[in-house]
């Protein structure tokens, strides 16, 4: 490990997705500046992220962004010490408007550069300093860092893995999806059922408001700390469609017919779409799904960190803004369950720029020809 100078300062970029985000982050932990451009009302209409479309927003968004994020400083890029981006995993496209941004302003300025794995990012959220926020069972932030060994538990749209972190930069995946990601089984269940885009919170909120009612299916994968999701979200489909084809056979009273009789041109009407389901049993099913992944991913994160003698859970990704998978981790691990507070469980360049102050700690610095590796593993 190197000792950075006090102050060692990085401007961090974050363009996997959809958020176009830069953060000034002093120390690996104070957090001067973040700044994040959601595009997801942009998304939202189509119901999911548009890869091209997410793109060129970048391009337009990027500047305005890195220039607030700088404003922060009193210096402005006199006080920046080394540049970081996001290289993968995530959109090869999206990727590389802030992976090129970030290596034309460190060139520029001959300034250090890194490139950061996006779901190392994640873990890393947990180190920032959130002074006093919420983090985790231990309550409020202590300031006090992470100590090793830890299980980690990222779940994010794109990502579900589990993994034992021994120090920094040393990690060994003890298991991961065969399939869906839990944020991205949150967001097809949500479509399913009708609550728009991004789903995880929309079925968050959807549960809350449920009179429970029955269960839906776990995959164990016993002896494994391997996830599966799709039969899950299957299950919510054909649920779902044989509550439609119920409400289909229910005779309804005859609407009047809008063929204009004056008209002989009139086309009739268009068959109408499948009913809309009704709001209580989509909460009743939500709340069942959310129940469903919350236990499978509490109970296996629990057995990982009490195999391994992890210190601390950390929860991480999109997915620990989950209010009840937050609640329930802590309520059955037999350790401390750290979680970053819910603007930094998203994507956003903060958790960038602190993984990557480790990684210039232990020595490291990537090349101008670093390219997106949109499969990026953790531990690659
Ligand atoms: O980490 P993230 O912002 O982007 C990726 O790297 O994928 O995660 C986005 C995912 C989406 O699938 C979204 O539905 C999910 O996180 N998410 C949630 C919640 N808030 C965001 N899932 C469940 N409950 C939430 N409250
Ligand atoms: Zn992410």
């Not at 180190?127 to 992470?146: F, I």
């Not at 429970?212 to 299916?217: H, Q, S």
């Not at 009743?284 to 057995?303: C, R």
Request: aromatic residues 6%.
């Amino acid at each position: 490990m190197i000792t950075l100078p006090e102050g060692f300062t990085i401007l961090a970029l974050e363009t996997s997705c959809d958020e176009t985000a830069a953060a000034v982050v002093r120390d690996g932990r104070t957090i001067v500046s973040s700044v994040v451009a959601s595009q997801m009302d942009m998304h939202s209409r189509y119901g999911g992220v548009v890869p091209e479309v997410a793109s060129r927003q970048h391009i337009i968004s990027m500047a305005p962004v890195v220039r607030e994020a700088l404003a922060g400083l009193p210096g402005g890029w006199a006080d920046v010490h080394a540049v970081a981006a996001t290289y993968g995993p995530g959109l090869s496209g999206a990727l590389l408007t802030g992976l090129n941004t970030a290596k034309a302003m460190a060139w520029q300025r001959g300034l250090p550069f890194v490139g950061v794995n996006h779901l190392e990012a994640h873990i890393y959220a947990s180190w920032l300093d959130v002074g006093g926020q919420d983090v985790g069972s231990r309550g409020r932030g202590t300031g006090a860092p992470p100590e090793f060994p830890l299980v980690a538990l990222v779940v994010s749209g794109g990502h579900t893995l589990l993994a034992l972190l021994r120090g920094h930069g040393d990690y060994h995946i003890l298991g991961q999806t065969r399939d869906d990601a839990v944020g991205e089984a949150f967001d097809k269940v949500a479509r399913i059922l009708g609550l728009g885009y991004p789903g995880g919170p929309a079925i968050q909120r959807a549960a809350e408001s449920a009179q429970p009612a029955g269960t839906l299916p776990r995959a164990w994968l016993r002896d494994s700390y391997d996830f599966s999701f799709s039969g899950l979200k299957t299950a919510v489909l054909h649920k779902a469609q044989e509550r439609q084809e119920r409400e289909t056979r229910i005779p309804k009273p005859a609407p009047k017919p809008k063929v204009s009789h004056q008209d002989p041109r009139a086309q009739p009407v268009a068959p109408s779409p499948p009913p809309a389901l009704d709001a209580a049993w989509v909460a009743q099913i939500a709340h069942a799904f959310q129940e469903s992944v919350v236990d499978v991913l509490s109970a296996k994160a629990t057995d990982a960190a009490r195999q391994h003698g992890a210190t601390a859970i950390i929860l991480a990704g999109g997915v620990a803004a989950n209010t009840r998978l937050r609640a329930e981790l802590a309520r059955r691990a037999g350790v401390p369950v750290r979680f970053p507070p819910i603007a930094l469980c998203t994507d956003n360049a903060a958790m960038v720029a602190a993984a990557a102050f480790y990684r210039f700690a232990a020595g490291a610095q990537s090349g101008w020809d670093l390219d997106v590796t949109p499969n990026l593993r953790l531990g690659a």
